[in-house]
């Protein structure tokens, strides 16, 4: 089945794509389709513990099973919550 | 056409549409606060030239919908609406408008607060930061909405 793939900032710049379309076999999850392109594009292996994903619009977990058709994203880290102006170490 | 609730646009935000978006249809209003978040000149020690912001549009509509939601169940009878731009910006420029209504102001102002916290948390929106001798992605917060520390920490932060 087929899955097209959704990338942003600096993961679409390592893949040197907005999108790519994957060939996928039946029962692939996102966690498959993530390791495969880490071995056509190693250097996003460092982002395995970080990366988080959607499917069809959905955030979805890693182990989330996937059907012919499906949009799916990677979302490497979001800017985060650090610019509480008070220095960081005084926010809980 | 109505301004819509939640948006993400590539063409300049406009605070007041933000507003009337966020008061449509409430019933009780006795409160709005405006959170506008723009363009910084600095960042961790270096000169900003310019910030050029990325997307996944539709998600981030959903996450500003999952946001809603949050706050909805932690202040009653509070709504938010939350428009966030994309494309290159000039140092100055807005890159988000949070607004939130409610009947009482503690309840607007929190709910503010946590909405702009929960954004950089989980929205997909990044910041490709152009600097002063260099460009660099601003990478933070692992985008899951289900984290629940990551959720409790935005609600320390509101209401601290």
Redesign the interface.
Known sequence: MRVTV?L???V??IVGAAEVVREVPEGATLHDVWQDLIAEYPALEPYTA???A?RN???APMKAPLADGDEV?F??????????GFGEAA?? | MATPRFAVTASALDAAGVAAAAIDGLESVGGIVTFTGVVRADNAGRRVLYLDYEAYGPLAVRAFEIIDAEAAGRWPATRLAIHHRTGPLRIGETSIVIVAASAHRAPAFEACRYAIERVKQIAPIWKHEHFDGGDVWIEGATARPDDEGARAEALSRACG
């Open positions: 959704r942003f900032a600096r679409r710049d970080s990366v988080s959607a619009l959905e955030y994203a979302l490497p880290p979001v800017s985060g919550g650090s610019d509480g926010l809980p």
